[in-house]
């Protein structure tokens, strides 16, 4: 039995003897460097918290962290992605948290046991066996990315990592009891708008656009998102503000998002970010990216923002 200051690893633990949830999975476009910036832009109060991009839900656990989302509502977030796997993974950590770590706790770190997990077909798997696959490979694969071939096989080869963190039984329990009161979809962005209601929040982080033709950062999923994604999207944050609903949202710094938000009902935030999302090492570095709202955010930060062209 895993004790740590006094606190089994069941969810009847009070929250002072549990570690805080940190993001379990490493995602492209994570946005923990990023949270410091979204935070100070945020609305001061909302009722229910929608992530539509969630990923590896880097805000929501900050957010979570700083108490700020309602747990006195149910739900009191609605997070949801495409991507399959990943939405099963926060699933069974909510609701089959014991059996995820009792399956992660017998997996071993070698290339050998990488391979013939990664062979397996999710979908043969139970969802927590599922889950325990997803964290593994995630964790111990390459650079942790999620790539699927045309088949939707998993395709990333073993990481290089002499002491990878997939068994992290503390930091699962701790997201479990934050993902109670939580619900949890595979769902399309734009069905948000089914859900969210005058109050809420939601922050949107899509694959971003790319900063030149050829930056191959949009392909998340097999089918990418392109532009007509970009242009969909940017519809739907304006139905959301016309219903009372506060949006924020995050992208690339580019032409095309700036003049896709060009309009009266957003303001345009700058700000740097220390992002690795070129190819090219030389250029890596410091980049702008774009927050933008669809209301005044609270604090004062008119030196900061640009409200376009
Ligand atoms: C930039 S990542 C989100 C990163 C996340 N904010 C984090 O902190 O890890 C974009 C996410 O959008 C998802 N996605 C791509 N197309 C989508 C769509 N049409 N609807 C919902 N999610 C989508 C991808 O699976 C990916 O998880």
Not at 53 to 61: H, I, K, P, R, T
Not at 156 to 182: C, H, I, W
Request: glycine share 6%; hydrophobic share 40%; with cysteine.
């Amino acid at each position: 039995m895993n004790l740590k200051n006094g606190c089994v690893y069941t969810l009847g633990c009070d929250m002072g003897n549990l570690p805080v949830p940190r993001p379990f999975l490493k995602w492209a476009g994570g946005k923990t460097q990023l949270a410091d910036a979204l935070l100070e832009r945020m609305p001061l109060a909302f009722n229910t918290y929608h992530e539509p991009f969630v990923g590896s839900g880097a805000l929501f656990f900050r957010l979570y962290r700083e108490r700020k989302i309602r747990t006195d509502l149910s739900p009191s977030a609605i997070l949801s992605d495409l991507n399959p796997e990943l939405i099963d993974t926060y699933i069974a950590i909510r609701d089959s948290l014991k059996e995820v770590i009792s399956i992660l706790s017998e997996f071993p770190h070698s290339k050998e046991f990488y391979y013939s997990i990664r062979e397996k077909n999710p979908w043969d798997l139970t969802l927590p066996e599922r889950a325990a696959r997803m964290i593994y490979l995630n964790k111990t694969g390459y650079n942790g990315l999620y790539r699927v071939n045309r088949q939707g096989k998993f395709n990333v080869p073993f990481g290089r990592y002499r002491n990878p963190k997939y068994f992290d039984p503390e930091n699962l329990t701790a997201v479990s009891r934050a993902l109670q009161e939580v619900e949890i979809l595979r769902a399309s962005f734009e069905t948000v708008l089914e859900r969210a209601v005058r109050g809420d929040f939601v922050y949107f982080d899509p694959p971003y656009a790319p900063l030149s033709p050829t930056a191959n950062f949009t392909s998340y999923y097999a089918d990418g998102f392109g532009l007509s994604d970009q242009e969909r999207l940017r519809d739907v944050a304006i139905e959301l503000g016309k219903r009372g609903v506060y949006v924020m949202l995050s992208n690339s710094d580019t032409e095309v998002i700036r003049s896709l938000y060009n309009l009266p009902d957003f303001t345009i935030h700058e700000v740097l970010a220390n992002r690795a999302i070129n190819c090219n090492g030389a250029k890596r570095g410091p980049v702008t990216e774009l927050i933008i709202t669809n209301y005044l955010a609270e604090r004062n930060f008119a030196l900061r923002s640009c409200s376009m062209f």
